[in-house]
């Protein structure tokens, strides 16, 4: 079946412009996360979707950050005023229903730089 | 102190080899463990997912869990070049928690 898909895979911009990143969850799935991955380091979690709400925000690295989910499906991830430390792959990943033990499936991630 | 390290690597071995692959951990509220395969330019593929102590195999893939030691492993039996890839560890607290927290991952080369 399909898995989780985000668009676009690479995303090049100036500095200061704003991006939007998309995902698109594994079907049925409640639960979303979106991560950011810097090179040679680990998964950094930036927010939780349980269906539409987000009852973790905490990980979003500034105010310039925002996300939403509509319809219990699709996720937006919107960076304003992007700087270069906003440079890394941004990873989306769905799980059946939020929880520890429901594995997290991951998508190829959007690749971001900033220049 | 980091919550979960990981030995970066690079690892390189011969093809056919017995790979293992380590983390430890700092949290004792940790129950379930995972770990994901990453190649280059993909998102991570979950491989093994374990809960509690002890060990689970798939394949030609073992997990262990040593919750006393707070040391979990990965081992590769008749490793293959196809296996070379980013091995990331994660794991997660109660089933009441949803956030995985993950190594820096262990880059491995299988050499055919």
């Known amino acids: 079946g399909a898995g989780v898909s985000q668009s676009p895979s690479n995303k090049v911009t100036e500095k200061g412009k704003d991006v939007e990143l998309r995902c698109d969850p594994i079907?049925?799935?409640?639960?979303l996360y979106w991560y950011r991955q810097r090179l040679g380091q680990g998964l950094e979690f930036l927010i939780y979707?349980?269906?539409?709400?987000?009852?973790?925000k905490s990980g979003l690295p500034s105010d310039r950050f925002s996300a939403e989910r509509t319809g219990e499906s699709v996720s937006t991830l919107t960076i304003q005023r992007t700087q270069q430390e906003d440079s890394a792959v941004y990873l989306c990943a769905s799980s059946p229903r939020g929880g520890s033990n429901q594995p997290q499936h991951f998508g190829d991630g959007t690749r971001l730089s900033i220049l | 102190q980091k919550e979960v390290e990981q030995d970066p690597g690079p690892l390189s071995v011969p093809e056919g080899a017995i790979v293992s692959l380590n983390c430890t951990y700092s949290n004792s509220a940790f129950q379930y463990f995972m770990w994901y395969r990453q190649y280059s330019r993909k998102g991570p593929e979950l491989l093994m997912y374990t809960y509690s102590s002890g060990n689970k195999e798939d394949g030609r893939f073992t997990a262990q869990v040593d919750k006393s030691s707070k040391y979990i492993s990965l081992f590769i039996r008749d490793s293959q070049p196809s296996d070379s890839a980013t091995y990331l560890c994660a794991m997660s607290a109660t089933s009441g928690t949803y956030k995985y927290i993950f190594g820096t991952g262990t880059r491995l080369k299988v050499l055919a």
């Open positions: 079907s049925g799935h409640t639960a």
């Open positions: 979707f349980q269906g539409n709400s987000a009852p973790d």
